[in-house]
């Protein structure tokens, strides 16, 4: 009656109309042909890049619904189609009639059930679309592109699931599966980007596209970060290109494309590779137009500052920090160079740390028991996935590294040479138990055989601040940035304590570690801290002083340790020493440890 009724009013045959496909609707309706519809009209929900729907209220301002990280996508394309009032912009679909028999399998397939594992899917995937890569006309059209860019996020959402369930290194097999995946998805980002320059695409579907384009390369950065893998070739060379065409300069601060991309300008500037899986993927989905708003980002000419980057729209390079390395004068006289300041949004996360405060201090005021619960889903808008302890400390790092960049002070030299490694803060601790002393060795050196095992890695190069190393057998033991690690070079020198500062792994089976050295020594000893509803003492090292960096002892405790200004630490030896200390404030605050500088309480209670 439909199809008679449209045919009858407007002298149409029924085969000249278009079908526009709507997620979440129950019912097919025929609505008539594109040209003939408003505005209004044309907007309609994507079928396979389905948005997030946000979370309200939060520390700062509202959160749009537009500008969220993309999730997972839909394994199937909705059923059910319909016309209603739209919200956005979205693919149109022609008849059926457009659409050769093979591209019509083809598009069945992509919406089909995936294979049990994402390495066989994937393999489906590059088989089906063989022949095909950027540069060519998409067959199908926006129909197949849609239904490509649905298929392969949902195989790179089943992918970081895998990735954030396993510690690094990640095993050989699915670190090769990653890199395959994050080219499939570069591929069809670049499908995006061909089909936004296109003559007579209008700014309407172009902002999609770019939009879409720069979805997969998030889920792209992600993964290669997941598994400290190089992203692949041409990424961000590809990012620019879609961030042209969007003309994100221009964009309000709201937009989705110019949010999109401006998030993963800020994760590329927040030193990924020094993050946990966990930190990276909450993150990502934490930026959104609160914060990625407020950014400075501008197509002139940055002066120079502590916090000022530059991007080459024309290089395949990540954003570069003005206090590395300054923008060429090439790029400031053809006018090629973005610039980005990331120090505004570092102070709205200073508003949210306050938030966060607030939240943990009225909780242990209300007498709650046990470690910190993580952030309910409606408070101030903050994703699942990590503490309110986690939470605070990620916010703090990250607004300590948009506020200032980080320069390494003293240059590294080259150097080659084995040490023994110690993995993770218990097993330093049980090197520096006082068993082996009872035959008068010195501190942390044993006859009887190690307690844990120690594993023996290769120094790349050094400095009076830290090193790097590399393991290319694989370490035994997992590895995370903000874990503690103990090295030496030599059985009889003590061993030195450092920070993991980031993790690289340039190929399956090869692991490297950038260090930040915070002791020379240690010694073995337990915490109690006073206020804790838990009366119970932590393992923790005691750190000797070391000039300029640090004019106190320390102590490098389990992250959650540190509760008040005063606590007491035992240390057994040959005797047993007790003391009452005063804590003078944090200096460091990692996923796994705490650092804190200490002076002996002179009025002890």
């Known amino acids: 009656e439909e199809r008679a009724l449209f045919g009858a009013t407007t002298g149409k045959a029924n085969d000249d109309h278009l079908i526009f496909l709507i997620c979440r609707c129950e019912k097919p309706r025929i609505i008539g042909q594109g040209v003939g519809l408003s505005k209004a009209h044309r ?9 997030c729907a946000m979370r309200a209220a939060s520390p700062c301002d509202a959160i749009d619904d537009r500008v969220r ?7 199937r394309a909705p059923k059910a189609i319909e016309c209603g009032a739209p919200t956005s912009t979205t693919w149109q679909m022609e008849a059926s009639s457009a659409i050769t028999d093979d591209e019509r399998n083809l598009i069945s397939w992509l919406q089909g059930e995936p294979e049990a594992s994402v390495c066989d899917d994937l393999a489906a995937f590059s088989g089906r679309l063989q022949g095909l890569r950027p540069g060519q006309a998409v067959p199908g059209g926006p129909a197949l592109l849609e239904a490509a860019a649905g298929r392969v996020l949902d195989m790179a959402q089943r992918m970081r699931s895998q990735l954030l369930a396993v510690q690094l290194p990640v095993p050989t097999d699915l670190y090769e599966t990653c890199g395959r995946l994050c080219v499939a998805l570069l591929d069809v980002a670049a499908w995006f980007a061909d089909r936004a320059d296109a003559d007579g695409s209008r700014a309407s579907e172009r902002g999609e596209d770019c939009l879409s384009g720069l979805s997969l390369l998030t889920e792209l950065y992600v993964l290669s970060n997941l598994a400290a893998a190089p992203v692949p070739a041409g990424m961000w060379r590809l990012a620019h290109r879609l961030a042209q065409a969007a003309d994100v300069l221009a964009a309000v601060p709201d937009d989705p494309v110019r949010c ?5 300008v800020a994760i590329g500037t927040s030193q990924p590779e020094g993050l946990t899986g966990r930190e990276l993927a909450w993150a990502v989905e934490f930026l959104d137009v609160r914060i990625l708003g407020v950014a400075g980002f501008d197509g002139s000419a940055s002066e120079s500052g502590a916090a000022s980057w530059w991007i080459d729209t024309a290089a395949d390079l990540a954003p570069q920090a003005d206090a590395r390395r300054p923008v060429p004068d090439e790029l400031v006289r053809e006018r090629r160079s973005w610039s980005f300041n990331p120090r505004p949004m570092a102070q709205k996360l200073g508003e949210c740390v306050e938030w966060i405060t607030a939240h943990m201090t009225a909780a242990e005021l209300a007498g709650m028991q046990g470690d910190v619960e993580p952030l309910a889903a409606d408070d101030g808008g903050f994703p699942a996935g990590l503490s309110a302890l986690e939470t605070l400390a990620l916010l703090r790092r990250l607004r300590s590294q948009w506020m200032v960049t980080p320069v390494r002070e003293q240059p590294r030299r080259q150097n080659q040479y084995v040490v023994q490694v110690c993995m993770g803060l218990a097993a330093i601790w049980e090197l520096g138990q006082p068993r082996g002393q ?5 501190h942390g050196q044993h006859s009887r055989a190690e307690p844990v095992q120690l594993q023996e890695w290769v120094v790349l190069n050094e400095s009076p601040g830290g090193l790097a190393i590399m393991s290319v057998a694989g370490a035994r033991a997992n590895v995370e940035a903000g874990a503690a690690l103990a090295l030496r070079r030599d059985p009889q020198q003590p061993w030195s304590v450092c920070i993991v500062r980031w993790v690289r792994s340039e ?3 090869q692991i490297e570690l950038g260090l930040q050295l915070i002791g020379v020594s240690f010694q073995s000893v337990r915490v109690g801290f006073r206020g804790r509803a838990a009366q119970q003492t932590a393992p923790a090292l005691a750190l000797p002083v070391m000039e300029p960096v640090r004019r106190h002892p320390a102590m490098l405790t389990p992250a959650g340790t540190y509760a008040s200004r005063r606590f007491v630490f035992v240390r057994d030896g040959k005797g047993v ?4 200390a005063r804590a003078l404030g944090l200096d460091m605050q990692t996923p796994g440890v705490e650092l ?3 002076e002996i309480d002179p009025y002890p209670i």
């Open 438 to 442: 009872e035959r008068g060795q010195p």
């Open 596 to 598: 804190f500088q200490y």
């Open 69 to 75: 990280a993309p999730r997972k996508c839909p394994r």
């Open 260 to 264: 999109t991309y401006l998030r993963l």
């Open 43 to 51: 907007g309609f929900c994507s079928v396979f890049l389905v948005s």
């Open 577 to 580: 020493y007790v003391a009452q």
């Open 507 to 509: 190929m399956p089976g």
